[in-house]
């Protein structure tokens, strides 16, 4: 009998990426994927701890599959990710309805745990960190993506252990994939049809293998004919080196928005999350990359409310993001993690919380209103991705990441074609692309 194994996923876009790459390798045992979970003999829950009630929602989502399958015959139920990796075992305990569990540095066990498991039945959890391991055996698997915009991890893990946050102990310390085998993999996607390739990394301009850094894999993967941007996400503000900022200058497919997450505007505040920079820092990076392409803009994630943040270091948090101008942005309350150096800080009142991020919310939309509106009318260039969902139009991004509708022939996806924006809102670009002015962007 076929094996269905049905994939959902929270959580940041290495998780998204990691996903795809379990499927490579349980392909090899004789899953296909479906996307009907009630259809499904292994049913996979990818999960992400950075914030709020992580832990409960997981217990919530297999609940919910438990119910489904209360007269069938249940499914192999497997949960992999960051809240795999921080309770391991309790969940085995706690819900018995779970098989294994699988830590983010143990995915290259994952064929051997589930074949070991269907033999003998015997439930396990795998949450050792082992970076290395994984890489060498992912290497070996074709990356099946088959999307114009396609993501490579090429670095995972963290060593900054900044208070507030459950990554370094989810995934473990620094390690960085080697150089040659990511610029394999780019051109495996660029000749399955991607045209933009996003490298990922939760540190991911520490990058750092055997002195190549990411600029150095920015410069290569630029080298590859059919791809037509580069990103990279998400960066520390301490990492972005001179070598980094230089390739700015030199490249012509590295995209002009840089995602910085700054977290809040007060060095004080800074200071207590162990951020390891200060806001002068930050701007003297800005204006570094101003200088060299005053086109660029920046995005960033900011924390609102973290334990000890005065209506004054607000301010200054509200200040940095009407003089920097930041679209595209993230911005959340803080949620105290367990086992980070933050977790047993007092809380800032809740009404307080909410009055704060509700302001910075709405400085944010507007900057992201007032960009848009300010695109009316003018022509820009779009990677299309696909058709939208009800097959009438074009759906890409502009090199801002902004979602952008368009009508136009689906002979365009993966192409970079021109689009006259006539209308905007706070999220979307719409617009029309005209045969006449439409010329592929160098
Ligand atoms: N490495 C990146 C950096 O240092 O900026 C961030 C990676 S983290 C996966 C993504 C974002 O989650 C962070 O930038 C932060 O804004 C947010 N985050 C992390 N821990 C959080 C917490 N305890 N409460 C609220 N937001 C949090
Ligand atoms: Fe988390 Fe980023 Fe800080 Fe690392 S640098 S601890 S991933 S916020
Ligand atoms: Fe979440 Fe882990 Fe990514 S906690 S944001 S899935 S690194």
């Known amino acids: ?227 037509e941007r580069i990103r990279y996400t998400t960066s520390h503000p301490k990492d972005m080196t001179e070598d980094l900022i230089e390739v700015y200058k030199d490249s012509k497919k590295l995209m002009p928005l840089v995602h910085l997450p700054v977290q809040t505007g007060s060095d004080r505040v800074l200071n207590l999350m162990n951020r390891k920079h200060t806001i002068k820092d930050y701007i003297n990076v800005y204006n570094k990359l101003r200088k060299i392409n005053s086109s660029i803009k920046f995005s960033s994630d900011f924390i609102i409310a973290y334990p000890g943040e005065t209506e004054e270091d607000f301010n200054f948090t509200y200040n940095l993001i009407k003089e920097i101008k930041f679209i595209n942005s993230y911005s959340f309350i803080f949620s105290p993690r367990p086992g980070t150096i933050a977790s047993n800080l007092d809380l800032i009142d809740r009404k307080i919380s909410h009055k704060r991020l509700e302001k910075i919310q709405e400085l944010l939309s507007n900057n992201q209103i007032q960009i848009n509106k300010s695109i009316e009318n003018k022509i820009i260039d779009v990677l299309v991705e696909n058709q939208t969902e009800d097959k009438k139009k074009l759906f890409g991004k502009s090199e801002y990441m902004t979602s952008v509708i368009f009508d136009g022939d689906k002979k365009n996806i993966g192409k970079v074609v021109k689009v006259r924006i006539t209308r905007s809102n706070r999220n979307t670009l719409i617009g029309e692309m005209s045969e006449n002015f439409n010329q592929k962007v160098a």
């Open 1 to 227: 009998m076929q094996q269905k194994i049905f994939i959902k996923t929270f959580g940041c876009q290495m998780n998204e990426y990691d996903s795809n790459r379990i499927f490579d390798s349980v392909k090899k045992i004789g899953y296909t994927k479906t996307n009907r979970y009630e259809d499904a003999n292994c049913y996979l829950l990818n999960t992400c701890h950075i914030r709020d009630k992580a832990k409960e929602k997981v217990y919530h989502e297999i609940g919910r599959v438990k119910k489904t399958f209360r007269y069938k015959e249940k499914p192999l139920v497997i949960v992999t990710g960051c809240v795999a990796q921080a309770e391991n075992d309790e969940m085995l305990k706690r819900e018995p309805f779970i098989d294994l569990i699988i830590g983010p540095q143990s995915y290259h066990k994952i064929n051997d745990t589930i074949l070991n498991f269907v033999k003998k039945k015997k439930k396990s959890d795998e949450t050792d960190f082992d970076a290395i391991s994984k890489f060498d055996y992912f290497n070996k698997l074709k990356n099946s993506a088959n999307k114009v915009s396609s993501f490579i991890t090429i670095q995972e893990g963290c060593d900054k252990f900044c208070h507030f946050c459950v990554v370094p102990y989810t995934r473990g310390p620094e390690c960085s994939r080697q150089f040659e085998h990511i610029i394999d993999e780019a051109k495996n996607l660029a000749e399955s049809g991607a045209k933009e390739i996003i490298l990922l990394g939760q540190n991911v301009n520490a990058y750092n293998s055997e002195n190549y850094r990411l600029s150095n894999l920015i410069l290569e993967i630029e080298k590859i004919k059919e791809i």
